[in-house]
């Protein structure tokens, strides 16, 4: 005896679902890597941007300072606290009576994540005679 047609069937065989799982599987992972490597970058921006705002800190605050009140030498100073730790070093070089050289450095601590960035800059001392003929 032959059944009476009752329509078409209702809902998915479970090989549907199967691959569906799988396809949902494979979206996933590849979103996993993705949302890593893009949190890993946003991670390295924000340290950069913190590094550069350290770094103008203290440019900053060499610049204010009369060149007769920074005496030759090198200081470095650690901080560990939230949003990173670095080591800042200021090195004062006096390249002549009346030139000095001022290197800053900034090391994150978090080793490898970025390099050490380093600003140089030369200040001239206005004190004193000018010697333009070199004599």
């Avoid at 009369?66 to 650690?78: F, I």
């Amino acid at each position: 005896m032959t059944r009476p047609y009752r329509g078409a069937r209702r809902g998915f065989s479970v090989l549907e679902v199967l691959i569906a799982i799988v396809i949902f599987g494979i979206a996933s992972v590849s979103l996993a890597g993705l949302t890593m490597r893009t949190a890993r970058r946003n991670t390295l921006s924000s340290v950069r941007s913190y590094q550069t705002v350290f770094l103008s800190s203290e440019l900053s605050r060499v610049t204010a300072l009369p060149t007769a009140a920074l005496v030759a030498g090198s200081s470095c100073d650690t901080t560990t606290s939230a949003p990173w730790a670095y080591q800042r070093c200021t090195t004062v070089t006096n390249v002549s009576a009346r030139q000095q050289q001022v290197r800053v450095i900034v090391r994150p601590l978090l080793a490898g994540l970025i390099t050490p960035d380093t600003v140089i800059i030369d200040r001239a001392s206005n004190v004193g005679a000018l010697d333009f003929g070199g004599t």
